[in-house]
T-cell receptor, first 113, second 112 residues
């Protein structure tokens, strides 16, 4: 079974731009969660989508948004990028029935200059 | 989610047991203890979880104290591939990833 894939793996953007990251979950998984990882804050939860609906949301500003498609693929968008948005963005998929079942992708490394 | 405290780093000789402690003194009765690890440049990987009883699987053992205020993850025979950051998380098992925070974890270095 193929794992979670994320594209692109690396991205460089400038302040004020927007960015869209993509995540393809493991086949059959209906839940996709997004996390931001920075050296100072560790791994922080952004949001979770289940069957195209946002099920939970972390404490991030409205510039961070996401969506999930009918095939369970998910996209995350960050508008008006700030330097502090530089981070590793991780996507995790699961069946949606048990938290510990989450399988993480390799992440997208975003650098904002 | 209850707050957890872990030492920032630990060393372990290859072949020896690695014992990683976690303090979660404010844990509530329906919160589980989960352990994940993150090997450099990879996404986090689930290791084990438990509520009250000690647990063991093919990767590790989890020892939870009787008062549940602390726990220890045991890697019985550490190898160089176990070098990673280990995260202890406590939360209710709602089945979702709601408001999850991993914290900074313990960086385990396994050496020859």
């Amino acid at each position: 079974k193929a794992g979670v894939t994320q594209t692109p793996r690396y991205l460089i953007k400038t302040r004020g731009q927007q960015v869209t990251l993509s995540c393809s979950p493991i086949s059959g998984h209906r839940s996709v969660s997004w996390y931001q990882q920075t050296p100072g804050q560790g791994l922080q939860f952004l949001f979770e989508y289940f069957s195209e609906t946002q099920r939970n949301k972390g404490n991030f500003p409205g510039r961070f948004s996401g969506r999930q498609f009918s095939n369970s693929r998910s996209e995350m968008n960050v508008s008006t990028l700030e330097l502090g948005d530089s981070a590793l963005y991780l996507c995790a998929s699961s069946s949606g029935l048990a938290f510990y079942e989450q399988y993480f992708g390799p992440g997208t490394r975003l650098t904002v200059t | 989610d209850a707050k957890t405290t872990q030492p920032p780093s630990m060393d372990c000789a290859e072949g020896r047991a690695a014992n990683l402690p976690c303090n979660h003194s404010t844990i509530s009765g329906n919160e589980y203890v989960y352990w994940y690890r993150q090997i450099h440049s990879q996404g986090p990987q689930y290791i084990i979880h438990g509520l009250k009883n000690n647990e063991t699987n093919e990767m590790a053992s989890l020892i939870i104290t009787e008062d549940r205020k602390s726990s220890t993850l045991i890697l019985p025979h550490a190898t160089l591939r176990d070098t990673a950051v280990y995260y202890c998380i406590v939360r209710e098992d709602t089945g979702t990833a709601s408001k999850l925070t991993f914290g900074t974890g313990t960086r385990l270095q396994v050496t020859l």
